[in-house]
């Protein structure tokens, strides 16, 4: 069964400094997808951002990008220039196409003014 | 785009009664809607998987008698928690995904239900 993990239960940055959030997964298909979703108090889940496990290319947006590292099996994010709207609980999921959506436990991230 | 609400937000309710959550995609067709449950601190929980027009598929340990499931269009998914009990007081969270030229079916969230069971 494939699984999620994000080691770090709870990160905190300073506002305008840049953190990483960590995820591994473990699976033995070659076709997946992989997401970040943040959960902020009003515990709204927004998508964050989304890589195809075919492309070689990280994905990014805006301020957020993922380094995929798929032989490591390790798909982390990055925040730059953090902002005190980024404070949320962050998820990463995986899924394979028309299956269902597994979820790690969450990092719950702190911004610092 | 990608907008999906529910309704109720919130709702109280009195042990033994049922309650109606609905869930619709504002701006797309929903080909899947997702039902999950999370407690507090902790990550969502699938509950169900259903596709317009046919029967739910729930996930082991989940009473399928007790969490009613309708899909009758590809806009509006339902959950009823039937003969509600204190321990079914939760957060239910639902999501809508499509297909699009077999790229990724990303799911979208609703804002959530938060039940109280008294």
């Known amino acids: 069964a494939q699984t999620v993990t994000q080691s770090q239960p709870e990160m905190s940055v300073q506002e305008a400094e840049t953190v990483t959030l960590s995820c591994t997964y473990d699976?033995?298909?070659?076709?997946?997808?992989l997401f970040w979703y943040k959960q902020p108090p009003s515990r709204q889940m927004i998508l964050v951002i989304r890589?195809?496990?075919?492309?070689?290319q990280n994905a990014t947006e805006n301020r957020f990008s993922v380094n995929f590292q798929k032989a490591a099996k390790s798909f982390s994010l990055k925040i730059s220039d953090s902002q005190l709207g980024d404070a949320a609980m962050y998820f990463c999921?995986?899924?394979?196409?028309?299956?269902?959506?597994?979820f790690g436990k969450g990092t719950k991230l702190t911004v610092n003014p | 785009g990608a907008v999906v609400s529910q309704h109720p937000s919130w709702v109280i309710c009195k042990s033994g009664t049922s309650v109606k959550i609905e869930c619709r995609s504002l701006?797309?067709?929903?080909?899947?809607m997702f039902w999950y449950r999370q407690f507090p601190k902790q990550s969502l929980m699938l509950m169900a998987t259903?596709?317009?027009?046919?029967?739910?598929?729930?996930e082991q340990g989940v009473e399928k008698d007790k969490f009613l499931i309708n899909h009758a269009s590809l806009t509006l998914s339902t959950l009823t928690v039937t003969s509600a009990h204190p321990e079914d007081s939760s957060f239910y969270i639902c999501?809508?995904?499509?297909?699009?030229?077999?790229?990724?079916?990303?799911?979208?969230f609703g804002p959530g239900t938060r039940l109280t069971v008294l």
């Open positions: 999501s809508a995904s499509w297909v699009s030229s077999g790229l990724t079916d990303t799911q979208y």
């Open positions: 699976t033995s298909e070659s076709d997946y997808y």
């Open positions: 890589q195809e496990a075919y492309k070689q």
């Open positions: 999921a995986y899924r394979r196409l028309k299956k269902k959506l597994v």
């Open positions: 701006d797309f067709q929903a080909t899947t």
């Open positions: 259903s596709n317009e027009g046919s029967k739910a598929t729930y």
